[in-house]
């Protein structure tokens, strides 16, 4: 089994956010949670060393994922980052172009999603689904 992980989610959706909450904690990680793009931005900000895992919706007020990645990419984030999103089809080259390790479509199957987390934590190449 891979190691525990702090993982931050991002995404505008409380069904979601509660749900990735729920299955990443029973998994033994622990999770943080943040309601966009620009407030997954100030926690990371606030501690950049303290998450080995941003998991991140695309469409979300105020920054959107693809601008939260492009903004961590700027600021050497060094955890991970995984993309969750139904709208990957058209952003899917521009999340490639900017090395996020992981793309999952929403809807997801609870098993991949574990699957993916496990895989990141592991590992250390990238390694891209889509």
């Not at 729920?22 to 931005?41: I, K, N, P, T």
């Not at 521009?94 to 993916?116: C, G, N, T, W």
């Not at 987390?117 to 190449?125: C, P, Q």
Request: charged share 25%; proline share 2%.
């Amino acid at each position: 089994m891979a190691r525990a992980l702090n993982i931050l989610v991002a995404d505008d959706q409380l069904s979601v956010r509660h749900s990735l909450s729920f299955l990443l904690r029973f998994s033994g990680h622990s999770v943080e949670l943040a309601v966009d793009g620009q407030e997954a931005l100030a926690k990371v900000m606030e501690q950049p060393e303290r998450f080995d895992l941003l998991i991140t919706d695309n469409n979300m007020p105020r920054l959107s994922g693809l601008e939260l990645v492009a903004r961590l990419r700027s600021l050497a984030f060094r955890g991970k980052i995984m993309v969750l999103s139904a709208h990957l089809r058209d952003t899917q080259e521009a999340y490639r172009a900017l090395a996020v390790d992981m793309m999952l479509q929403k809807p997801f199957d609870i098993h991949e999603l574990r699957r993916a987390v496990e895989t990141l934590g592991s590992a250390d190449a990238v390694t891209l689904h889509n």
